[in-house]
């Protein structure tokens, strides 16, 4: 399975208030109590749930490059929601502010 290429836009973790697993760290905005003040940075990394592992979940779910391609579009639409334009190409650091 070919490795998921974040672009570190952090949509996903300003959005967490649908996802039942992740309501103990659901802020009242939405976010993630664990995001950083960037809105880029998790605090927790090393220590964030399966959920958050992006490569380790998709092995879990062993849904092969169809998971890649799933993420791929679940993020652009997370990022559309956040920053009102489409995802930055996958080899790009996202340069938006939330
Ligand atoms: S929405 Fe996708 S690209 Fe953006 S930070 Fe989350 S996993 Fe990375
Ligand atoms: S634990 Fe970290 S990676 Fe997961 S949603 Fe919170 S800030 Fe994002």
Aim: charged content about 20%; aromatic content about 6%; overall charge negative.
């Amino acid at each position: 399975m070919s490795k998921f290429q974040c672009t570190n836009c952090g949509a996903c973790c300003l959005n967490i208030s649908m996802v039942p697993e992740m309501q103990d760290f659901v802020l009242p905005s939405g976010r993630c109590k664990n995001l950083d003040k960037d809105n880029k940075t998790c605090m927790i990394y090393d220590n964030r749930p399966i959920l958050c592992r992006v490569d380790d979940l998709g092995n879990y779910l062993r849904l092969g490059s169809s998971w890649t391609a799933l993420m791929h579009v679940t993020c652009n639409t997370l990022h559309e929601k956040v920053y009102g334009v489409p995802q930055e190409p996958l080899d790009q650091k996202c340069q938006h502010e939330s």
